[in-house]
């Protein structure tokens, strides 16, 4: 293509952002802790901490109840475990899950500059949609992916991929938020570029950080909307 004198290159197309949910865009892990915890005491098992829970923070809900399932010994089905965390879950949610403030700011500036976005997430979709609900969230989030849609959880890639083509988009030109290695390898392995906000700040070392584009190992507190816009739009942070 050859451009006359005065002529500029049209302007790229805003990036897609896909927003992992649990730990990134809400604080929610201290509800699925204590969802979980119930739901083993009903099993008999006593003692699960939350230290016992951080193991499992970016991993789907699915995939943690087959680990616990495994671990303890517990005789019950999958499916059982994860419709009584669910329900206990959805009751927590919907009485208060507080939203990262600068995530909130983020959001609401990437809608307003027009970038497509999404939310992929190991959570079941009605948890996603409860808590987008309830946050206020889902008037700029829409398209949603959970990882009981696609074959596979995070570290897989099915989460984003599936998100990608929703939006119409191509993985390449996409951008994940996450706060978890499992995610962050995820997003890695779709092809994407990461801005990586680590939520249990022991996993700040993880080697699946490395492949951010975007690292922030301090976490929220770190995190700012006018800086991560800037780093998506330039490159640069």
């Known amino acids: 293509m050859s451009l006359s004198a005065g002529?500029?290159?049209?302007?790229?197309?805003?990036?897609?952002?896909?927003?992992?949910?649990?730990?990134t865009l809400v604080d929610s892990e201290p509800n699925y802790y204590e969802a979980g915890r119930k739901v083993l005491a009903q099993y008999g098992v006593t003692g699960f901490t939350w230290e016992h829970h951080t193991r499992f923070i970016g991993i789907g809900t699915r995939e943690t109840l087959e680990t616990l399932k495994r671990e303890y010994g517990i005789d019950a089905p999958?499916?059982?475990?994860?419709?009584?965390?669910?329900?206990?879950?959805?009751?927590?949610?919907?009485?208060?899950?507080?939203?990262?403030?600068?995530?909130?700011?983020?959001?609401?500036r990437l809608h307003t500059a027009g970038?497509?976005?999404?939310?992929?997430?190991?959570s079941s979709r009605s948890a996603i949609e409860t808590v987008l609900a309830a946050t206020g969230l889902d008037a700029w989030?829409?398209?949603?992916?959970?990882?009981?849609?696609?074959?596979?959880?995070?570290?897989?890639p099915d989460v984003f991929l599936e998100a990608a083509r929703r939006l119409g988009a191509a993985p390449e030109t996409c951008v994940v938020l996450e706060d978890a290695p499992p995610g962050a390898e995820a997003?890695?392995?779709?092809?994407?570029?990461?801005?990586?906000?680590?939520?249990?700040?022991?996993?700040?070392?993880?080697?699946?950080?490395?492949?951010a584009g975007l690292f922030l190992p301090g976490g929220q507190r770190e995190f700012t909307a006018e800086a991560a816009h800037r780093w998506i739009t330039t490159g640069r942070s």
Do not use: W
Not at 197 to 207: G, I, K, L, M, Q
């Open 187 to 211: 997003a890695r392995r779709a092809g994407m570029r990461c801005v990586a906000v680590p939520y249990v700040p022991e996993t700040a070392t993880d080697p699946a950080f490395g492949s």
């Open 78 to 108: 999958v499916d059982e475990l994860l419709a009584g965390k669910n329900r206990a879950y959805l009751e927590l949610a919907r009485a208060h899950t507080e939203v990262f403030p600068e995530m909130r700011t983020f959001v609401e």
């Open 7 to 23: 002529a500029t290159l049209p302007a790229a197309s805003p990036a897609p952002v896909i927003f992992d949910l649990d730990g």
């Open 115 to 122: 970038h497509p976005l999404a939310v992929a997430s190991g």
């Open 141 to 156: 989030l829409t398209v949603l992916v959970s990882a009981e849609e696609v074959p596979q959880g995070k570290p897989a």
